[in-house]
């Protein structure tokens, strides 16, 4: 079983849409959480970091359940330049505090 | 303030070589992570080094191996290629234990 498990997609969704995406992650020792954004042959970026109580940027809010070791991340009002990868991150505070990668779902959002 | 900035950006290989590749990290951070992103897959964590010593370490062969220089530079060192080793490899740099900022990567290409 992988460590952080996602939905690969793709998601084809028109304009405006809403969307939302999960993961879930086996390591109940998991500490920190986040949503990176890689768009093609690019590095991954830092979209948000997810807390328990929520937390919303813009279009954007991530939601951590500990309880279900389940991360979500609803993307309302869809637009074309959303067209990327999503990946779910957990670390762990422990020496190295590495990150652990889902394999990403891919949104594609068309005119 | 620069980023993380990762040479060279592409690279084709033979089965059996040796390759080095180099990144250096944001400055004011003192903790390089390297990565392996297959294609269609989440990065993969290699190893991590903080001030010179190596902290973490994936599930990666002896075969990697890496370095970091007083100014927090750092190499990956891959020998005895395989066409498996093809990929896109990330460093990401920290101000330990804070949130890593990615190089644009290096893509491997094994023939």
């Known amino acids: 079983r992988k460590e952080v498990e996602q939905d690969p997609g793709p998601f084809n969704v028109p304009e405006g849409a809403t969307v939302a995406f999960n993961c879930t992650y086996s390591n109940s020792a998991s500490q920190s959480f986040f949503w990176y954004r890689q768009d093609c042959r690019k590095e991954p970026k830092l979209l948000m970091s997810v807390y328990s109580s929520g937390n919303e940027d813009g279009r954007f809010t991530a939601q951590l359940n500990r309880a279900s070791q389940y991360i979500s991340l609803l993307i309302r009002d869809s637009k074309l330049s959303d067209s990327a990868t999503y990946l779910c991150?957990?670390?762990?505070?422990?020496?190295?505090?590495?990150?652990?990668f889902g394999g990403g779902t891919r949104l594609m959002v068309k005119p | 303030e620069t980023g993380v900035t990762q040479s060279p950006t592409h690279l084709i290989k033979t089965r059996g070589q040796q390759v080095t590749l180099r990144c250096s990290s944001q400055s004011g951070h003192n903790t390089v992570s390297w990565y392996q992103q297959a294609l269609g897959q989440g990065p993969q964590f290699i190893f991590q080094?903080?001030?010179?010593?190596?902290?973490g370490r994936g599930n990666f062969p002896p075969r990697f191996s890496g370095l970091q220089f007083p100014n927090y530079s750092s190499e990956l060192n891959v020998n005895a290629l395989e066409l498996d080793d093809s990929a896109l490899y990330l460093c990401a740099s920290s101000l330990y234990p804070g949130g890593y900022t990615f190089g644009s990567g290096t893509r491997l290409t094994v023939v």
């Open positions: 991150v957990v670390q762990e505070n422990n020496a190295g505090n590495m990150l652990t």
């Open positions: 080094y903080y001030r010179e010593e190596e902290n």
